[in-house]
Antibody, heavy 116, light 107 residues
Framework: QVQLVQSGAEVKKPGASVKVSCKVS????????MHWVRQAPGKGLEWMGG????????IYAQKFQGRVTMTEDTSTDTAYMELSSLRSEDTAVYYC?????????WGQGTLVTVSS | DIQMTQSPSSLSASVGDRVTITCQAS??????LNWYQQKPGKAPKLLIY???NLETGVPSRFSGSGSGTDFTFTISSLQPEDIATYYC?????????FGGGTKVEIK
């Protein structure tokens, strides 16, 4: 059974960075295309970036370019999303979401609160 | 980039009613469309993939249709447990894009 387990909630000050992890089990990371999606309070789903298997590269949404970095540690099957220069508008639940030919799997979400 | 326009943004219907949500892509995405259900405080749950294929375990009252740019999601007989927000998402290419969501409530 595929599971994506994310790290716990974070509280950060404006200007700081946050790094959220997503541990995969049931598949290896190399079998999946990992994406990150966020959801601000009361708002819809917003795609932040993800792996393009055709190019073998990670593509970021233009809105986040320069502030977001998505990495993977294949030795531990853990994906990471780091967002820098945080502002109050970045307060949201951040999800990892994995695509596979056999299905589509989501983490439980990580609440990141940005507050002074 | 592909934009997804979903409507309505909210609807209220009675138990047993047929509910229809539409999603329009800004360009041809073939059938590369997912429909998700999201309940408060939970991650989205995939209901329909490839525009019309029901995910394993999803009740048959949920269905999807369409290809190209115009898609429809239907709940044939609304149940109380279907109260949620529904999203379409294209996966023809990157960047992925979601529709704005449809909040479904019971009248």
């Amino acid at each position: 059974q595929v599971q994506l387990v994310q790290s716990g909630a974070e509280v950060k000050k404006p200007g700081a960075s946050v790094k959220v992890s997503c541990k995969v089990s049931g598949y290896t990371l190399t079998e999946l295309s990992m994406h990150w999606v966020r959801q601000a309070p009361g708002k819809g789903l917003e795609w932040m970036g993800g792996f393009d298997p055709e190019d073998g590269e990670t593509i970021y949404a233009q809105k986040f370019q320069g502030r977001v970095t998505m990495t993977e540690d294949t030795s531990t099957d853990t994906a990471y999303m780091e967002l820098s220069s945080l502002r109050s508008e970045d307060t949201a639940v951040y999800y990892c979401a994995a695509e596979h030919t056999e299905g589509n799997y989501w983490g439980q979400g990580t609440l990141v609160t940005v507050s002074s | 980039d592909i934009q997804m326009t979903q409507s309505p943004s909210s609807l209220s219907a009675s138990v047993g009613d047929r509910v229809t949500i539409t999603c329009q892509a800004s360009q041809d995405i073939s059938n590369y469309l997912n429909w998700y259900q999201q309940k408060p405080g939970k991650a989205p749950k995939l209901l329909i993939y490839d525009a019309s294929n029901l995910e394993t375990g999803v009740p048959s009252r949920f269905s999807g249709s369409g290809s190209g740019t115009d898609f429809t999601f239907t709940i044939s007989s609304l149940q109380p447990e279907d109260i949620a927000t529904y999203y379409c998402q294209q996966y023809d290419n990157l960047p992925r894009a979601f529709g704005g969501g449809t909040k479904v409530e019971i009248k």
